[in-house]
């Protein structure tokens, strides 16, 4: 059969694959032990020389399998791995593929939890270096010797300024360096990490991929592109598979075997039915953020707004060139900060509450929660003022949303 569409692949994967008794989708296995008719296809599951075999559900299960094929087929990678959090992601690949000494380059931009994460590897004995990554110039003077690894969002959370992503990519390339994009905001809808040379792309599952709101989940996929068998923190135990191999293997058993941040396949299952409307849900996540994005930057009581497919976005050209929109995240700011409690009480629609990339748009100010652990500095550094409100668009009607903002900020 011919290459299927975006939509097509994911709707008919399964299905595609073979699944007993003419099922349409993968069903839940909730077995945590798997056992063999013979003791030396156990042993070859464990030694990794039998594929496609299960010993134990932290490492993985038939239901977990299906998803992560799913998401290495629609990021274009070699192999992916699914963790319970998008957090569990980003520590997994951190913590496995880095070591004591080891020196991280990484957006300055990034998600507060991630931010938090730094400061964690840090008391570990890594060093993290965080730069603006809108220009490739500030990445390439923070290399060291013991630079290992880049880290970037396609588009950060909340402030949205966009990496300078195609030019890291020739960096890292150029260096030898593992490159780690997460493209959770982006999605694989919207953009493919690995068409700028992305070693790894981290996705969280609970927002974009799966969008409901009622499922957590991770995951790491790699593009292929990355040699592992040049890269020096691999164990020597995981050398024996191909140098394309070899990153991911580390981080699963690392990373799920050793840490434990395994997916369930009841969570597995729920993701993977939202992952069938992902092209479809971004479409009109991402035409609602850009209505409210023009209604708001045009309107008298609003001072900012952050939104990379506006024309006033300093990195609008980079996201133009690269996403197909400019997906469901945007920030803004009003003329007189103090009214922001008021205002965002004021709104019908949008539900106060964290969280991102549901079909609900939500609504939060970020200094005194997300952000509010950061502290006064570190929010000035990445660009977040007191009175920064993140909003993210859901699939309600456009017209909807703008009435409801034109009447709370009519006293704005």
Known sequence: MDKQGFTTSIVHGDRNAGVEHGGLRQPIHT???YGFERV????????????????????GTPTT???????????????????????????AVFLTLLRTGDHLVASRYVFGNTNSLFNTLRTLGLEVTTVDAGKTE??????????????VETIANPGTQVPDLAGIGELCRARGLAYVVDNTITSPALFKPKHVGASLVVNSL???????????????????????????????DYRRAGPKEQGLLQIRKKGLRDMGAALSSEQAHQIALGAETLALRVAKCSDNALALARFLEGHEAIGRVFYP????????????SLFKSG???????LRKPEMMIHVINALRLPVKATGLGDTRTLII????????????????????????????????????????????????
């Open 206 to 236: 609970t927002k974009t991929i799966a969008g409901h709101g009622a499922a957590l989940g991770g995951a790491v996929t790699d593009t292929g592109l990355f040699d592992w068998s040049q890269y020096p923190n691999i164990a020597d």
């Open 309 to 320: 497919g506006l024309e006033s976005h300093p990195q609008h050209g980079i996201a133009k």
């Open 31 to 33: 077995s945590v032990q």
């Open 138 to 151: 500030h990445v390439a003077e923070a290399i060291t010797p013991k630079t290992r690894m880049v880290f």
């Open 327 to 333: 997906s469901w995240l945007l920030s803004f700011e």
């Open 40 to 59: 030396e296809d156990l042993i070859g599951v464990f030694q990794g020389t039998k594929k496609g075999g299960y010993n134990y559900a932290r490492q």
């Open 65 to 91: 399998a299906a998803l992560e094929r799913k998401l290495t087929m629609l990021e274009e990678g070699v192999g992916s791995i699914c963790f319970s959090t998008g957090m569990a992601a980003i520590t």
């Open 365 to 412: 100010p970020v200094a005194p929660t997300i952000f509010f652990e950061a502290g006064a500095q570190t929010r000035k550094a990445m660009g977040i003022s007191d009175g920064m409100i993140r909003l993210s668009a859901g699939i309600e009607e456009t017209d909807d949303l703008i009435a409801d903002f034109e009447q709370a900020l009519r006293h704005a």
